[in-house]
């Protein structure tokens, strides 16, 4: 079973984190990408889907444009758990 991070870990992991906000509902982190076009915009999601299939861990998200918002959250473990603080470092990578 994936274990939901304590208030404890999840306050060090957002410190790690500085550009993805909690949210409450579902409990998780988000962040607001923001590319030149569409075609960035696409190109970073695919790379990221190909991330995150991998680690089967899929993260949701919304795309309008040249903006990219991505919420993560483990429904399994009822919130924010390390493998969404694992895959947003992994995005921050990505999107350099």
Known sequence: MIARLTEEERAL???DLPHWTPVDEPEGICRR???TDFNAAFGFMTRVAI???KADHHPEWFNVYNRVDITLTTH???GLSRRDVDLAKAIDAVAG
């Open 76 to 78: 399994d473990a009822g």
């Open 13 to 15: 992991a957002l410190a």
């Open 33 to 35: 990408f923001t590319f």
């Open 51 to 53: 991330m995150a299939e």
